[in-house]
């Protein structure tokens, strides 16, 4: 069984800053890609931001300047710091990851439950 528990969100003011936070636990082999999803209410979920193993980096524009990924493979966590939040930023933001859990066993994806997001103008 493997999970991811994010942690961080909350509300904020525009311009303000938040970190979130995402571990993953269980049975776990491999971790390759690791990333950050958003969904505002009535909008379809997006990516906002994604690293690899290696740590290459992968943004959406609207992020780029403004929010940060960064992983610690030793933890199996994934962080997300946003700066300079705006009122769009509002939504729920999710972890994914593609784990594998054992070493014959293909990447599967796995989402994290979400954190809520707001920012007030």
């Known amino acids: 069984q493997v999970q991811l528990v994010e942690s961080g969100g909350g509300l904020v003011q525009a311009g303000g800053s938040l970190r979130l936070s995402c571990a993953a636990s269980?049975?776990?082999?491999?971790?390759?890609?690791m990333g950050w999803y958003r969904q505002a209410p009535g909008k379809q979920r997006e990516l906002v931001a994604t690293?690899?193993?290696?740590?290459?980096?992968n943004y959406a524009d609207s992020v780029k300047g403004r929010f940060t990924i960064s992983r610690d493979n030793a933890k199996n966590t994934v962080y997300l710091q946003m700066n300079s939040l705006k009122p769009e930023d509002t939504a729920v933001y999710y972890c994914?990851?593609?784990?594998?859990?054992?070493?014959?066993?293909?990447?599967?994806?796995?989402w994290g439950q979400g954190t809520q997001v707001t920012v007030s103008s």
């Open positions: 690293v690899t193993s290696g740590g290459s980096t």
């Open positions: 994914h990851a593609d784990i594998r859990i054992t070493r014959v066993t293909m990447y599967d994806g796995y």
């Open positions: 269980g049975i776990i082999f491999s971790i390759n890609t």
